[in-house]
């Protein structure tokens, strides 16, 4: 695990503002992909997640902490596992949508599958200290 907030450790802990997504390919076996390749693919996905926003909320959804896990596999296949701020949310529909284009835009990404978890739920402390100063939430 990682020091640095928005750094991918290896494992994601409970909620917190230090919590970021891990690619767990890397994480709990040796990957067929070059390291460096890896930690590009890894950087290259994260960036597109940031261009991804909830329309109802002003700050992008890897910085809300709405991603909970990014698997990068060999084959470079992408599984990533988020949640929404309430199972009610009016995105529903249209976030993973969204999620999936972006990612999949990242050029040497393979297939790209998204899964709406609940477990744990979300709450403001899984948000970055960059989306509470957009949201001026101190």
Do not use: F, H
């Not at 695990?1 to 709990?28: I, L, R």
């Not at 959804?61 to 060999?74: P, Q, S």
């Amino acid at each position: 695990m990682t020091d640095e907030p928005n750094k991918v450790p290896a494992e994601v802990a409970g909620p917190s503002a230090d919590a970021a997504p891990a690619p767990s390919a890397a994480a709990t076996a040796p990957s067929a992909l070059p390291e460096g390749e890896l930690a590009r693919l890894t950087d290259d996905i994260i960036a597109a997640l940031k261009t991804v926003y909830d329309p109802e909320i002003p700050s992008d959804i890897y910085e809300l902490g709405l991603i909970y896990k990014i698997d990068v596999a060999d084959d470079r296949a992408v599984a990533i596992e988020m949640t929404l701020t309430t199972p009610n949310c009016p995105s529903a529909q249209e976030l993973p949508t969204m999620v999936e284009n972006a990612v999949a835009s990242v050029p040497g990404v393979g297939e790209v599958k998204v899964d709406i978890v609940w477990d744990p739920p979300w709450d403001p402390s899984r948000m970055s200290d960059e989306a509470r100063a957009v949201l001026n939430m101190w």
